[in-house]
C-alpha cells in the first residue's frame, strides 16, 4: 500500500533532497511551502506521517501543530520537526506538543527517511534518532564536503547541499549583524544619556 507523507518545508533543497530520498512507487510524497497549503493537504487526505518545519512561513507553527494533536483523526499522526542549525527553539511550547523527533538541518537524508519507514514498519533505520540532531558546525561541514568524497554525489544533491550550506551561512550572517547592531544601539543609548546627564550637572 502506498505510504502518503508530506514535506511541508520552504526550502526547494529540503523538500527536493526528501523527494529523492522517498522515490519509489510505495510512496507519496506532497510538498507544502506554507501553513495554508499544509492545512489544505490535511484535510484533503489524511497523510501517514508529516515533516514539518518550526519556521515554516503562515501560522505559528506551534500552534499548528497543536491543533493537529488535537484533531482526533490526526492525533496519531507521525510528526518530524525540521529546525535549522541558528533556529531558536521554545522548549516550554515544544514540550507540550507530541511529536516523533527534532532534526537539525541540514541532515541526512537517507536516516531521517529510514527513521520514519521504520515509524511506519516498512524498515529498520540506519541509526538511532539521537544520532540525527548531532551536527558539526557549518564551517566544519563545508570542510568535509570539500574533500574528494563530496565530488562522487550526484551532482543535483550536491548543488542542493551547497544551497543549503550557503542559507545557513547566510542565516548566520544575519543574527550576528542583528547582534552588533543591537548592542551598538544599547551603548549609544547609554552614552547619549550619560552626556545628557553631565550636561545638567554643568
Known sequence: MTKRIIVADNSPAVRKILEMAFSGPNYELKSCQNSEELWLELETHRPDALILSLSLPGDDVYELL???????????????????????????????????????????????????????????????????????????????????????????????????????ERELENRITASLKSEFKSWLEASLSKLKGKGKDE
Open 66 to 168: 497543536a491543533k493537529i494533536n488535537s484533531r482526533p483523526d490526526l492525533a496519531d499522526l507521525p510528526v518530524v520537526l525540521l529546525k535549522s542549525a541558528f533556529e531558536p527553539v521554545d522548549e516550554v511550547r515544544l514540550a507540550s506538543l507530541v511529536y516523533s523527533h527534532l532534526v537539525t538541518k541540514p541532515f541526512d537524508s537517507e536516516k531521517v527517511a529510514g527513521f520514519i519507514k521504520k515509524m511506519l514498519g516498512e524498515e529498520e533505520p540506519k541509526s538511532l534518532p539521537e544520532e540525527l540532531a548531532a551536527e558539526p558546525p557549518v564551517s566544519a561541514l563545508r570542510n568535509r564536503i570539500a574533500g574528494s568524497g563530496f565530488q562522487v554525489i550526484h551532482p543535483a544533491i550536491r548543488s542542493f547541499i551547497l544551497e543549503e550550506i550557503m542559507a545557513l
